[in-house]
């Protein structure tokens, strides 16, 4: 055996994960840019299925690939293999996106193992690079990216509360333990006080905090905060619907109204930095929904045509803003059920079955 039996062929750039993108990722995110000529996107779309057909895929992926992990093919490659490897570097040829062949003893923790590779997490991982102009940011898929590829839609861009997640008996319900039948009254003023934090001007939690004494409520603020904002619960059927769609080869990414604290709190405790591929929150975006430049601004660090993208949310001012941005976009909360969100999304040729 080869001192180095591993082989990984990658481009320069670092996605994500830290390191490196691989081959396969490499030209799918040329085509999710729609950069591939018709001829060249035929072709990678064959030779994508050939590889789904022949190449295992591994467990980690499941998940969306929560330990970031990547894949090292073993050495030597197989003849018909290999020649098909070449095809796919090619492409990258020949749109000039420079890649080169890895080889190592040692790539990082083995956490899975087939005839053909292994999947590793990598021991060190490095800061996301700036991107090659063209380049879409986004995971390849695990399926067929046929039907994405058939779709003048290759974006889908959700809302978080009323479509992904929600508080257990609501706001109201949330405040009562508090303010009890002033709930409503304070909900209200609050969050009409919450509207320039939302476009990431302000610091939320002190003007909550004196909004709560001048109501009359001494509990700290840190406490209210916690048991009524970070009160969420994920709808484990809108995630699968999200993994339907990544499973697809759509990219898929968040765009949600949330002042810094709460937003914070679904980046990290939520885990939604790893569910999408970009997520876009109105303070740090600098501007909130439904103001069109939302949207604009959205798309654009999407990487994508804002007519590419289909928005989704539980509010009509909101979708109406998506539309004026020249976003194709659709209503739907959580009480219609999720059989008609997909019905919805598959009525602008997006399959999420």
């Given at each position: 055996m080869s001192d180095e039996p591993y082989v990984r062929i990658q481009v320069e750039y670092r996605g994500r994960l830290g390191v490196e993108v691989g081959l396969f990722v490499a030209v799918d995110h040329l085509r999710r840019e729609g950069r591939l000529s018709a001829e060249h996107e035929a072709r990678w779309l064959d030779?994508?299925?050939?590889?789904?057909?022949?190449?295992?895929?591994?467990?980690?992926?499941?998940?969306?690939?929560?330990?970031?992990?990547?894949?090292?093919?073993?050495?030597?490659?197989?003849?018909?293999?290999?020649?098909?490897?070449?095809?796919?570097s090619g492409i990258l040829t020949a749109y000039g996106v420079a890649h080169q062949r890895v080889t190592s003893s040692d790539p990082g923790t083995i956490v899975y193992e087939d005839e053909f590779q292994v999947g590793v997490v990598p021991y060190q991982r490095g800061e996301q690079t700036p991107l090659p102009e063209g380049v879409v940011m986004a995971p390849s898929s695990p399926g067929?990216?046929?039907?994405?590829?058939?779709?003048?839609?290759?974006?889908?861009?959700l809302d978080a509360d009323g479509v992904l997640q929600e508080l257990p008996g609501g706001w109201y319900l949330a405040m009562e333990p508090y303010?009890?039948?002033r709930s409503r009254e304070f909900l209200h003023r609050t969050w009409k006080d919450e509207l320039p934090m939302l476009a990431g001007q302000g610091d939320y939690l002190p003007v909550l905090a004196a909004t709560l004494r001048e109501f009359g409520v001494e509990v700290p603020v840190g406490e209210v905060?916690?048991?009524?904002?970070?009160n969420i619960v994920v709808v484990e059927e809108s995630l699968e619907v999200v993994r339907r769609l990544r499973r697809n080869g759509y990219g898929v990414h968040l765009g949600?109204?949330?002042?810094?604290?709460?937003?914070?709190?679904?980046r990290s405790a939520l885990g939604y930095d790893e569910l999408f591929d970009v997520s876009c929150y109105s303070h740090d975006l600098g501007v909130a929904k439904p103001d069109p430049g939302f949207f604009t601004e959205a798309a654009r660090r999407i990487g994508a045509d804002v007519q590419t993208v289909l928005f989704v949310d539980d509010t009509?001012?909101?979708?109406?803003?998506?539309?004026?941005a020249g976003m194709l976009a659709e209503q739907w909360d959580l009480t219609q059920g999720h059989d008609v969100l997909v019905e919805l999304l598959a009525k602008h040729g997006v399959s999420a079955g």
């Open positions: 030779l994508d299925d050939w590889f789904l057909a022949n190449l295992p895929n591994p467990d980690f992926y499941a998940d969306g690939n929560s330990i970031g992990a990547v894949t090292w093919f073993k050495l030597p490659i197989r003849p018909e293999m290999e020649r098909l490897v070449d095809e796919v067929s990216k046929r039907a994405v590829a058939a779709s003048p839609i290759r974006h889908v861009l303010l009890g039948e905060y916690d048991a009524v904002w970070k949600t109204n949330q002042e810094a604290y709460r937003g914070g709190h679904m009509a001012r909101n979708v109406e803003g998506a539309r004026a």
